[in-house]
């Protein structure tokens, strides 16, 4: 009985031993890419990112588009409307184009964000995640910038648009992709002060075609494009900036 006794006492030690020596796997260390924040090796991402910094520094901001080159865009085809709609609201835009979660993530980790509480956050992002994540790690990188928004900005409500459509015809591989993450993104809106929006029909033609006329690359609107968003937005951000009394 004394050597059976011993030899189970040996197994118990020998098991804690490899389990003492496996690596610990911190908590909180990121699972995948589209939630790990980097920042991009490029010298005018770089010039860009620390403008947006040197902005912010100034206050008098109201109103934050943050996303990739569909929202750096507002500076391009959008401008106009961007002038007309966004500018009196003491507006600031926060796209860079080839942007995709991680890099918004840094971004707003390191200085974005500094010194100003703005009524509304505008986000949309996930596009050029779209061709090496799956639409549960987009929606997964949404949800940390999220996370990031009400930790930085409490008072800021929290506006997330529906990654837009892209390609020309529904069976669009990158199209399909972001169109899961957006059925992923949408219960974000049951947390406190954040809210989802659709406007991806606006878009679309019955049969779920994307125009060239409205985005001539199939991925970027063009100023008709940025019309049909603005106008499509438009009720929604009114309300949530508190204009609608």
Known sequence: MQSRASFWKMIVLSLAVVALSR??????????????????????????????????KRGNV?????????????????AKVWA??????????????????QH?????RNGNLEGISPKLAVLMIGTNNSNSESAEEIADGVEAIVDQLRAKLPETKVLILAIFPRGA?????????????NKL????????????????????????????DIMPDLLHPNATGYRIWAEAMEPTIADLMDENY
Not at 170 to 175: Q, T, W
Not at 194 to 210: Q, S
């Open 23 to 56: 690596p610990a796997v911190a908590k909180d260390q990121p699972a995948h890419a589209a939630v790990t924040p980097v920042p991009r090796d490029d010298a005018g991402w770089m010039s860009r990112h620390a403008s947006f910094n040197e902005r912010v």
């Open 62 to 78: 109201d109103l934050l588009m943050i996303g990739d080159s569909i929202t750096h865009g507002w500076e391009g085809a959008g």
């Open 84 to 101: 007309e709609s966004y500018a009196p609201r003491r507006a600031v835009n926060l796209g860079i184009s080839g942007d995709r979660t």
């Open 104 to 108: 918004v993530l840094w971004r707003l």
């Open 169 to 181: 015809t529904p069976d669009d591989r990158r199209r399909r992709v972001n169109e899961a993450a």
């Open 185 to 212: 993104i949408a219960p974000l809106a049951e947390r406190d002060m954040v809210y989802f929006l659709d406007i991806n029909e606006a878009f679309l033609d019955d049969d779920g075609t994307l125009p060239k």
